[in-house]
């Protein structure tokens, strides 16, 4: 009996394993088509957002390249009404002068629609030039220009761009101007002649005669572009010389002239410099000459005798 028991309890305990092992095997099949489920509907739902977005990207781009003319069409209706409202208001005007004194009560509560009436044009008209403001800063331009409020606008060609502001950079009667393109052109091309733009905004300052703006700004190329090499290095130099030979600091700028030789030695403006070294007082550079006076004389090939040269 003892046996028998202990056989029924192997068995049942070994039937026990292979229905858990059967009850695992369907949690991981079930498991297995949930998760097959939820990433075919996430692949589905992310189908979908792509769709969307490439809709909406598509749409954009008709709409960005239909917004000049949609805003021309505005104008034109902006216009139209306008000129409907200018007609409906001289009729207005017309029929209420035509009235009779008796009628003067009926002329006198017209007065506020004619008022209304008159807001309401002003309004469009304010729309209107808006609107063609836009719809012209909307326009590609060939060159650097300024308009009638101030604002200046920059060509699509980076390199045509920066040669012109640089040329500008020098009057002084659209300085501000030429420092709102500066700060445009570094926004619109990125990246593009960054020490130089430093360089032309400090230009701009001293053509107004602002000595230490225009330092503070020259100096910005030696502390930022030190190490990194820039075109208008040493020219930044001889602008802050004389922005403080302006100031009637000239002790300073002698020894900012002296301090170029160090940092320039073979200079890009020689006459630029003499004229700085001479106006300043900087004495010149001694020649280094030999100490022993037979290494400067130039050795003469000796001449060979008549029998020299027969051998």
Known sequence: ?????????????????????????????????????????????????????????????R??????????????????????MRATLREMTRRVDTLDV????????????????????????????????????LRPVEHVTIDKAG???????????????AKMSTDAAIAPQVREGWAQYQKQFPGKHECEVIYFVGETYFAEKAWNSAIEQYRRI????????????????????RSLIHLGKKEHAKKVVEGMREIFPQSEFPKQRAELEKMLGVKPIPDKKSSDPVLDKKEKPKKESPKEQKK
């Open 1 to 61: 009996m003892l046996r028998l028991s202990v056989g029924c309890l192997f068995l049942l305990f070994v039937s026990g394993c292979i229905a858990l092992k059967k009850d695992v095997e369907v949690a991981k099949a079930q498991c297995s088509a949930e998760n097959n489920a939820k990433r075919r509907a996430l692949e589905d739902a992310l189908r979908a957002d792509i769709a969307r977005l490439d809709a909406r990207i598509v749409a954009l781009e």
């Open 151 to 165: 604002h200046i606008r920059l060509p699509s060609d980076p390199e045509k761009a920066f040669a012109e502001l």
């Open 102 to 137: 008796g009628v003067s009560k009926d002329k006198a509560g017209l007065s506020p629609a004619l008022q209304r009436l008159e807001t309401q044009i002003a309004t469009l008209t304010q729309d209107i030039a808006s609107l063609k403001t836009e719809i012209e800063n």
């Open 222 to 241: 030696d502390a930022e572009f030190k190490d990194k090499g820039c075109p208008k290095h040493e020219a930044s130099y001889i602008k802050i010389v």
């Open 63 to 84: 709409a960005l390249g239909t917004e000049q003319k949609a805003q021309e069409n505005r104008i034109v209706l902006f216009q139209q009404n306008l000129d409907e």
